[in-house]
């Protein structure tokens, strides 16, 4: 992982006083997100999506996102993907997401959740009736579930789907 003092001197490479400062205040963000296990994967996604969005991570020096956030984040392509994936539910679906329950339910669940609802979206159903079953789905979720628990109720709703 790069070292603080490497990081620092990279920064100087982004151009403009103000991407620099949004640049570093977002890089801050993703490691407070990493203190807090919880709800830290909310601050990581929400960050790393603007990194991505606005290629900082090019002005610094790396070819790709992915490395970006292994060399610098230590995050893996597949964690960094799924927080991104989170965040993109909350701005698409914010009738059956919110920050509260995807905290609650974390994102090991969520990542299952993902799973059907990434059925849903792709298959041939028409677009009235995926939104109606990916709310039957999230509205199915109770936040005590386990982990497999969920992963069960995700393949029972969405075989039909494959």
């Known amino acids: ?50 990194i991505k969005e606005k290629k900082y991570y090019k002005e610094i020096g790396y070819t790709t996102f992915d490395i970006f956030c292994k060399d610098v984040l230590g995050l893996t392509r597949k964690t960094v993907y799924l927080y991104l994936r989170i965040d993109e539910l909350l701005r698409k679906y914010p009738r059956l997401f919110d920050e509260s329950f995807i905290t609650r339910i974390g994102s090991t669940k969520m990542d299952k959740l993902i799973v059907g609802i990434n059925r849903i979206e792709n298959s041939i159903l028409p677009p ?6 990916i709310e039957e789905l999230v509205f199915s979720i109770d936040i005590k579930m386990s982990v497999g628990e969920v992963e069960d109720l995700v393949l029972k709703k969405t075989k039909s789907l494959r």
């Open 128 to 133: 009235a009736i995926r939104t109606t079953k």
């Open 1 to 50: 992982m790069l070292q603080k003092e490497q990081l620092l001197d990279k920064i100087k490479l982004i151009d403009g006083e103000q991407n620099r400062k949004e640049f570093k205040d977002n890089l801050i963000q993703i490691f407070q997100g990493m203190k807090d296990v919880a709800t830290g994967f909310l601050k990581i996604a929400h960050a790393a999506e603007k």
